[in-house]
């Protein structure tokens, strides 16, 4: 599988039911090929401006590599808390910290490569920023800050550019992910 990397197989997922109450664990590449609803934690980050912070996904990704999507997602490890792991891949993926508060939570299910699918019970988190972003460059190719209505008005015209899982949180939540305490 193109982009695949061997850290994938020693991660495992926190499976869950649709309270999302746990109710068992499983390796992350199979809960995927077999598409187990699992746990996820996405972060969404503003700046003063308004600003939403995007990254386009890194082509050695192994699904829905090179598209973009709000500033990072994961999975929380066995025994870790949603927040911690939110708070852990951040600086992982874009190279800076900040304070992060929990906004929402959502569901999708979603193919996203021909043996993948994504079925996540979602924490999304807020954040603030206005300094400097230093992309993991195994992680992301490019980063972007854009307003509301230009992001809007861009998914519309190109959806095939952006994640799935991106698009369901525009969808669903809207300007409220551009609110950030």
């Given at each position: 599988?193109q982009g695949f990397?061997?850290?994938?197989?020693?991660?495992?997922?926190?499976?869950?039911?649709?309270?999302?109450?746990e109710i068992?664990?499983?390796?992350?590449?199979?809960?995927?090929?077999l598409g187990?609803l699992?746990r996820?934690?996405?972060?969404?980050?503003?700046?003063?401006?308004?600003?939403?912070?995007l990254?386009?996904?890194a082509?050695?990704?192994?699904?829905s590599?090179g598209?973009?999507?709000?500033a990072?997602?994961?999975?929380?490890?066995?025994?870790?808390?949603t927040?911690?792991a939110?708070?852990?891949r951040?600086p992982?993926?874009?190279?800076?910290?900040c304070?992060l508060?929990?906004?929402?939570?959502?569901?999708y299910?979603?193919?996203?490569?021909?043996?993948?699918?994504?079925?996540?019970?979602?924490?999304?988190f807020?954040g603030?920023?206005?300094?400097?972003?230093?992309?993991?460059?195994?992680?992301?190719?490019?980063?972007?800050?854009?307003?509301?209505n230009s992001?809007?008005?861009?998914?519309?015209?190109?959806?095939?550019k952006y994640?799935?899982?991106f698009?369901?949180y525009?969808?669903?939540f809207?300007?409220d992910l551009?609110e950030?305490p």
């Amino acid at each position: 599988m193109q982009g695949f990397r061997m850290d994938d197989t020693l991660e495992q997922v926190i499976l869950v039911d649709m309270e999302d109450k746990e109710i068992g664990r499983a390796d992350k590449l199979p809960a995927h090929r077999l598409g187990y609803l699992h746990r996820a934690v996405s972060i969404c980050i503003v700046d003063d401006q308004g600003r939403m912070l995007l990254q386009r996904r890194a082509a050695s990704k192994y699904h829905s590599a090179g598209l973009w999507a709000n500033a990072c997602c994961s999975h929380p490890r066995p025994g870790e808390a949603t927040d911690r792991a939110a708070s852990r891949r951040l600086p992982e993926e874009l190279g800076f910290s900040c304070p992060l508060s929990w906004k929402a939570q959502t569901h999708y299910r979603a193919q996203v490569a021909a043996d993948l699918i994504e079925d996540e019970f979602v924490h999304i988190f807020v954040g603030r920023h206005n300094g400097e972003v230093y992309p993991n460059p195994q992680e992301v190719d490019d980063v972007s800050w854009f307003d509301y209505n230009s992001l809007n008005a861009e998914i519309m015209r190109n959806p095939d550019k952006y994640t799935y899982w991106f698009r369901h949180y525009i969808r669903v939540f809207g300007k409220d992910l551009f609110e950030a305490p």
